[in-house]
C-alpha cells in the first residue's frame, strides 16, 4: 500500500512539472513581481505587527530591510536604475 502512495505522489510532481515547463513565462513573471514587490507586503505586515507585539514588528522589519537590500541587484548598486525591473 505505500507503493501506491509514493507512485501518487510522483505522478502529481510529474504533473506539476509539466504544467510548469508550458507555462515557464507566466511562472518566471509571477516570481519575479513577488521579487519586486513581496517587500511591501512584509512591510505592511511589518506596520501592522508593531500593535501587537513590538519584537514581532521589529523582526518583520528586519527581515524587509534584508529583502529590499537582496532584491535590488543582490546588494550591489544599480548602474542606470536598470537593475531588478519586471518587465
Excluded: H
Amino acid at each position: 500500500m505505500a507503493r501506491k502512495k509514493g507512485t501518487k505522489v510522483k505522478k502529481a510532481i510529474e504533473k506539476i512539472n509539466e504544467n510548469i515547463d508550458e507555462n515557464r513565462s507566466l511562472y518566471n513573471k509571477i516570481l519575479c513581481y513577488i521579487k519586486c514587490y513581496g517587500g511591501y507586503l512584509l512591510a505592511v505586515g511589518a506596520g501592522c505587527t508593531f500593535g501587537a507585539n513590538i519584537w514581532w514588528g521589529l523582526g518583520l522589519l528586519a527581515v524587509t530591510a534584508g529583502w529590499a537590500y537582496w532584491a535590488t541587484c543582490q546588494g550591489r548598486p544599480c548602474k542606470g536604475g536598470n537593475c531588478g525591473k519586471c518587465a
